[in-house]
């Protein structure tokens, strides 16, 4: 089965409406990574998380890191019509180069 | 530099015909992938290339086959398409260790 799991499959806000989606491992990540996928393209890098309990902040999306090392999350707050698209998390299973990723959650938003 | 070059971009094959997707990068990097991409199952790992002259089975590696040919080009075939691997295709590399992936434009395959 999917060893890096990811939730919710969709979400649907308003625009300005804060969204959050998490990520769960069932093993211990030596680091997560998120990428963001808009419609009709390709998945684009976002950002990579390696220290427990790492915080991390891009404008408005802040990543965070468990301190287990099994889980993370993405938030945004205040929504924008650009924020559309489908966000997933990545990681290295069973070793470094073998990147697993998550089913991501599609965002939509009503502007 | 191109980055990521996959080809075809489209593709629509019968049952039982064998096609095999190109990837190739400019960017020297050691490790490539295949992954397939369906509505509700996310990005799923086909097969990987940690480094040239090596490759290993990601998730989801039945009915498909790889070859690093070099550095640069990581194919993707599939000897006998089934209606169940109508998919996008994506190639992806990395340089090395924990490093991002970049990822070509895709390949969308349909299998009738």
Redesign the interface.
């Known amino acids: 089965g999917q060893q890096v799991m990811q939730i919710p499959q969709y979400q649907h806000v308003q625009e300005g409406e804060d969204f959050t989606t998490y990520c769960n491992s069932s093993t211990t990540l030596s680091n997560i990574q998120w990428y963001k996928q808009r419609p009709g393209g390709h998945p684009v890098f976002l950002i990579q998380l390696v220290k427990s309990g790492e915080v991390k902040k891009q404008k408005r999306l802040t990543f965070q890191f468990g301190e287990a090392k099994k889980n993370s999350s993405l938030h945004i707050t205040a929504t924008q019509t650009t924020d559309v698209g489908t966000y997933f998390c990545a990681g290295p299973i069973q070793g470094a180069q073998k990147l697993v990723f998550g089913q991501g959650t599609r965002l939509t938003i009503n502007p | 530099n191109a980055g990521v070059t996959q080809t075809p971009k489209f593709q629509v094959l019968k049952t039982g015909q064998s096609m095999t997707l190109q990837c190739a990068q400019d960017m020297n990097h050691n ?1 490539m ?1 295949w ?1 397939r991409q369906d509505p ?6 086909i097969y ?1 290339s ?1 480094s040239e002259g090596t490759t ?1 089975k ?2 989801v590696p039945n009915g498909y086959n790889v070859s690093r040919l070099n550095k640069r080009e990581f194919s993707l075939r599939l000897e006998s398409a089934a209606p169940s691997q109508t998919s996008v295709y ?1 190639c ?1 590399t ?1 340089r090395t ?2 490093t ?7 390949t969308r395959l349909t299998v009738v």
């Open positions: 490790s992938y992954y509700g199952m996310g990005l799923r790992l990987y940690a290993d990601g998730e994506f992806a990395r260790g924990n991002e992936a970049f990822f070509g434009q895709g």
